[in-house]
């Protein structure tokens, strides 16, 4: 499974940025895929995620109301708009999947427990 992630640049406070994670010859119908991000010095942390088969979808609770997951399954693309950015948004963002239908691992598992990552997008965000 490989995936390829796209759509990261460097942005003003309150810009957006849209991301993109393309997942060739792979079919999401039935899998959860996830964003995650980390930032220098800092541990890798879950963004959102987003559950193909059932539509349910999980946020972080600083880029609530901010941040939008969505799947085109017809592209076999997860995106991640993400609107009012500010600099604690800079990171280096992952899409990753552990082949589950269930958003349980992405939201509560060690990254260690997801087997499928992308190379990662980075996003600045200056002040």
């Known amino acids: 499974v490989q995936l390829v992630e796209s759509g990261g640049g460097s942005v003003q406070n309150g810009g957006s940025l849209r991301l993109s994670c393309a997942i060739p010859?792979?079919?999401?119908?039935?899998?959860?895929i996830g964003w995650f991000r980390q930032a220098p010095g800092k541990e890798r942390e879950v963004v959102s995620c987003?559950?193909?088969?059932?539509?349910?979808?999980y946020y972080l609770g600083s880029v609530k109301d901010r941040f939008t997951i969505s799947s085109d399954t017809t592209l076999n693309t997860v995106y991640l708009q993400m609107n009012n950015l500010n600099p604690e948004d800079t990171a280096i963002y992952y899409c990753?999947?552990?082949?589950?239908?269930?958003?349980?691992?992405?939201?509560?598992?060690?990254?260690?427990?997801?087997?499928?990552w992308g190379q990662g997008t980075q996003v600045t965000v200056s002040s």
């Open positions: 987003i559950a193909n088969r059932d539509g349910d979808t």
């Open positions: 990753a999947t552990d082949l589950s239908a269930s958003l349980y691992t992405l939201i509560y598992g060690s990254p260690e427990a997801v087997n499928y």
């Open positions: 010859g792979f079919s999401l119908d039935d899998y959860a």
